[in-house]
């Protein structure tokens, strides 16, 4: 579970999910964490390097800002941020399990992220920590059926809608690390996605709409598959959904960009 607070928080830099998942998949049944620098950033998928401003500074400086703020507890005297040393640190319960606002990321979704290279051709400057932030802000917008829903489906479809630029501007990457991060999140089979068709206003100007997103599975709290689950079905009745809610006015619109 990934709080929305460090979803959102613009102010770090993009590793902070990736950081997270990190403590949150390798503490021990005690709640505590062994780790050094060098062992974060090779698992969160960068390479070595000591100098100045580049990964281990950068998770170093992520990591202290974690311990100052509560996220893990470890003792000052014994503590030692550098390269292949060794800390023992205990996390904090609150901070690592939530009731409410928080975006889930399996760990067999994880895993696919961490070797995403070997689903996707589209490799280049992209990372782990781009995906899983990527995909932990769609999660925590999705909307959802309550378990006890009695009502048609199709009127509560699961599913997250938004324009690029307003990702954009609530998790701090460029609209182009964001398309790319969903095309590859598709490749992973995590997610589908479709974008609305392009509309014009009542001054005849051409506008891009939202874009649907919808998991590709869905997990029962087992994390098992649910076999009735449909994401051809989601999209669909997501589509409804906002021309029924008026979320499209348009004059008229084009299936496809010329």
């Not at 030692?80 to 040393?85: A, P, W």
């Not at 489906?153 to 969903?182: H, Q, T, W």
């Not at 939202?210 to 590709?216: H, K, M, P």
């Amino acid at each position: 579970m990934i709080p929305k607070e460090l979803i959102l928080d613009v102010t770090r830099n993009e590793k902070r999910i990736i950081l997270y998942s990190y403590f949150a998949s390798k503490r021990g049944l005690d709640n505590t964490i062994g780790f050094s620098c060098n062992s974060v950033v090779e698992w969160c998928g960068y390479k070595k390097n000591y100098n100045k401003d580049k990964s281990n500074d950068l998770f170093i400086a992520m990591i202290n800002q974690f311990i100052s703020e509560g996220y893990i507890l470890i003792d000052k005297d014994k503590i030692n941020i550098c390269r292949d040393y060794c800390n023992i640190a205990e996390l904090d319960e609150d901070k690592f399990t939530y009731d409410s606002q928080f975006a889930i990321v399996y760990l067999n979704e994880l895993e696919r992220i961490l070797g995403f290279k070997k689903y996707t051709k589209d490799v280049n400057r992209m990372s782990p920590a781009i995906l899983i932030l990527v995909l932990s802000y769609l999660r925590v917008n999705m909307l959802r059926r309550q378990e006890n829903y009695i009502g048609k489906e199709s009127d509560k479809p699961e599913f997250c809608y938004r324009m690029y630029i307003d990702i954009e501007k609530d998790i701090g990457l460029s609209n182009r690390y964001i398309s790319r991060a969903v095309n590859i999140l598709n490749d992973l089979d995590i997610i589908v996605s479709q974008e609305m068709v392009r509309y014009k206003d009542e001054n005849d100007n051409w506008h891009t709409d939202v874009t649907l997103f919808v998991n590709r599975y869905k997990y029962d709290k087992q994390g098992h598959k649910d076999k009735k689950y449909n994401f051809v079905d989601e999209l669909k009745w997501g589509i409804e959904y906002i021309k029924e809610k008026k979320y499209l006015k348009k004059k008229f619109s084009q299936d496809t960009e010329q």
